[in-house]
């Protein structure tokens, strides 16, 4: 396959070098040798891209197209992005590690899916009419109007490069928004290859506009800068705390924030073991560890905690190797900086005293490998019990038999709150459990379910605002009401 990877800034419908003439190495993981070098985005080329978008928006064909129209353009988009579907999950595979079954059908697939759902959403943004106390007899009605905000901007992760693109830009743009997007600054390609897509599927110059480089430049300005209406960020939950502040303080633009996790999953002794075992497995090491509704702690009753981490070392089998293998079960871990915290976050581990069970360290290869790791008798006081890895280790406490009550205790004590889950046979218990456990996503006997019919988001200090589902154009859009006079004539 050759594959062809744009590599500059994309503004007003053009791939541009960055004003200052800048770029920097995209780093593959696999082997740590550079794929390419990108283009180093500035403010001034922030600027030059908020100002084509919203150009754009005033005045350009996007925001005055009939709605069903504008939904055939994202339709024509989803259909190239699955002929260049293989092509781009190379790219996604090389750029990010991702193993390249994976990146075919999550990475990619469900970023087509995201765009086919909101393309046939252009046509079914409504307002409604509304009784008023004044209706009679002086013959007055309100009716409300559903408006695009104007010029969004969207800076996305690492860990799902293109998805998280297509989960927050199909909403906005089938709502008449255009955009401003930066992509992480360690995986810019599928990003840069998307913009290519969307010339081709006609989208008009403007409404999209893709600037890679640093979070602490071109997200910065993002956030301040006076002619975003709104802002989507999906990473930290540091860095989404400034984000909200520089939104507020610039012009209150409209925020939403998906932000870090530990969720927590309880595996009650009455559960179908062997799919407890399976499903739990890919709930801590799907997509390598670097998946935000990641297991992050698992609680096992006390007496099927023996059997159960017998079962889990299975993972001693799973084949480590280059992610464009199909039968690699575990790529590498996406950049050098994250594979050096995640050793570290293994060594305080062992150093608080919880057990190592298998793995905490480097695969002696090249690139970025580490082994798939497990830790038991996790204490509640320690590090690795509040925070999350977000990598391949998965966390084990147990709790004793029967006692409900205290392990929904400690599996709430955490000020994140994205997702969780529950293992057992008892509906009565499962829904239980469900209710009370503080999470935007309850899991009963599955992991990893997602659809993009289904709203995503989190609580607590793993952000607000949905992704995904019907309700997600309500937060791409303004509702004004209207008052009017009518008769029966």
């Given at each position: 396959m050759t594959v062809k990877m744009p590599y500059q800034c994309f503004i007003n419908g053009k791939f541009e070098d960055a004003e200052n003439g800048k770029s920097y190495g995209t780093i593959n993981p696999t082997d740590g040798s550079t794929i390419c070098k990108v283009s180093y985005a500035s403010v001034g080329d922030v600027d030059r891209a908020v100002a084509a978008a919203k150009e754009a928006f005033d005045n350009g064909p996007w925001g005055r197209m009939n709605p069903r129209d504008r939904g055939s353009l994202l339709y024509k988009l989803a259909d190239l992005m699955e002929e260049h579907q293989e092509e781009l999950a190379t790219i996604e595979s090389i750029d990010s590690g991702a193993v390249y079954t994976l990146a075919l059908k999550t990475h990619v697939g469900m970023s087509i899916q995201t765009f086919r759902y909101f393309a046939g959403w252009c046509d079914k943004i409504q307002g409604k009419t509304i009784p008023i106390n004044q209706a009679r007899p002086n013959r007055n009605l309100t009716f409300t109007k559903k408006e695009p905000l104007g010029v969004c901007a969207i800076v996305i992760p690492w860990n799902y490069p293109l998805m998280m693109l297509a989960w927050k830009s199909a909403a906005c743009l089938a709502a008449g928004n255009t955009l401003v997007l930066k992509p992480a600054q360690v995986t810019p390609l599928t990003a840069l290859k998307f913009a290519e897509l969307s010339v081709k599927a006609g989208i008009p110059k403007g409404v999209i506009n893709i600037l890679p480089g640093s979070g602490g430049m071109v997200g910065q300005r993002l956030s301040d800068h006076p002619d975003i209406r709104k802002l989507g960020f999906t990473g930290s939950t540091p860095i989404g705390k400034q984000i909200m502040k520089s939104c507020a303080v610039s012009n209150l633009k409209k925020v939403s924030l998906e932000l870090g996790g530990k969720s927590p999953l309880i595996i009650f002794s009455d559960c179908d073991m062997d799919k407890a075992v399976r499903m739990?497995?890919?709930?801590?090491?799907?997509?390598?560890?670097?998946?935000?509704?990641?297991?992050?702690?698992?609680?096992?009753?006390?007496?099927?905690?023996?059997?159960?981490?017998?079962?889990?070392?299975?993972?001693?089998?799973?084949?480590?190797?280059?992610?464009?293998?199909?039968?690699?079960?575990?790529?590498?871990?996406?950049?050098?900086?994250?594979?050096?915290?995640?050793?570290?976050?293994?060594?305080?581990?062992?150093?608080?005293?919880?057990?190592?069970?298998?793995?905490?360290?480097?695969?002696?290869?090249?690139?970025?490998?580490?082994?798939?790791?497990?830790?038991?008798?996790?204490?509640?006081?320690?590090?690795?019990?509040?925070?999350?890895?977000?990598?391949?280790?998965?966390?084990?406490?147990?709790?004793?038999?029967?006692?409900?009550?205290?392990?929904?205790?400690?599996?709430?004590?955490?000020?994140?709150?994205?997702?969780?889950?529950?293992?057992?046979?008892?509906?009565?218990?499962?829904?239980?459990?469900?209710?009370?456990?503080?999470?935007?996503?309850?899991?009963?006997?599955?992991?990893?379910?997602?659809?993009?019919?289904?709203?995503?988001?989190?609580?607590?200090?793993?952000?607000?605002?949905?992704?995904?589902?019907?309700?997600?154009?309500?937060?791409?859009?303004?509702?004004?009401?209207?008052?009017?006079?009518?008769s029966n004539l």
């Amino acid at each position: 396959m050759t594959v062809k990877m744009p590599y500059q800034c994309f503004i007003n419908g053009k791939f541009e070098d960055a004003e200052n003439g800048k770029s920097y190495g995209t780093i593959n993981p696999t082997d740590g040798s550079t794929i390419c070098k990108v283009s180093y985005a500035s403010v001034g080329d922030v600027d030059r891209a908020v100002a084509a978008a919203k150009e754009a928006f005033d005045n350009g064909p996007w925001g005055r197209m009939n709605p069903r129209d504008r939904g055939s353009l994202l339709y024509k988009l989803a259909d190239l992005m699955e002929e260049h579907q293989e092509e781009l999950a190379t790219i996604e595979s090389i750029d990010s590690g991702a193993v390249y079954t994976l990146a075919l059908k999550t990475h990619v697939g469900m970023s087509i899916q995201t765009f086919r759902y909101f393309a046939g959403w252009c046509d079914k943004i409504q307002g409604k009419t509304i009784p008023i106390n004044q209706a009679r007899p002086n013959r007055n009605l309100t009716f409300t109007k559903k408006e695009p905000l104007g010029v969004c901007a969207i800076v996305i992760p690492w860990n799902y490069p293109l998805m998280m693109l297509a989960w927050k830009s199909a909403a906005c743009l089938a709502a008449g928004n255009t955009l401003v997007l930066k992509p992480a600054q360690v995986t810019p390609l599928t990003a840069l290859k998307f913009a290519e897509l969307s010339v081709k599927a006609g989208i008009p110059k403007g409404v999209i506009n893709i600037l890679p480089g640093s979070g602490g430049m071109v997200g910065q300005r993002l956030s301040d800068h006076p002619d975003i209406r709104k802002l989507g960020f999906t990473g930290s939950t540091p860095i989404g705390k400034q984000i909200m502040k520089s939104c507020a303080v610039s012009n209150l633009k409209k925020v939403s924030l998906e932000l870090g996790g530990k969720s927590p999953l309880i595996i009650f002794s009455d559960c179908d073991m062997d799919k407890a075992v399976r499903m739990v497995r890919d709930s801590v090491y799907f997509n390598k560890g670097e998946n935000c509704i990641a297991a992050g702690r698992l609680f096992v009753e006390e007496s099927i905690h023996d059997e159960y981490i017998s079962r889990v070392e299975e993972i001693k089998k799973m084949k480590i190797g280059d992610p464009l293998d199909r039968s690699t079960d575990h790529g590498p871990q996406n950049h050098k900086a994250h594979l050096d915290k995640l050793l570290e976050y293994c060594e305080v581990g062992v150093k608080e005293g919880a057990t190592l069970v298998y793995g905490g360290r480097q695969v002696d290869r090249p690139g970025f490998f580490m082994e798939p790791t497990v830790f038991t008798e996790v204490e509640d006081h320690m590090f690795i019990a509040k925070e999350e890895s977000f990598g391949p280790v998965m966390v084990v406490s147990k709790f004793k038999d029967g006692d409900v009550e205290g392990v929904l205790h400690r599996a709430n004590d955490t000020e994140y709150g994205l997702a969780s889950g529950v293992f057992t046979r008892d509906i009565n218990k499962a829904m239980y459990v469900s209710e009370r456990l503080e999470a935007g996503t309850v899991f009963v006997n599955t992991y990893n379910k997602t659809d993009v019919a289904s709203p995503f988001g989190g609580f607590k200090q793993s952000g607000f605002g949905k992704d995904l589902g019907d309700k997600t154009k309500q937060t791409k859009t303004k509702q004004k009401p209207a008052y009017s006079t009518y008769s029966n004539l």
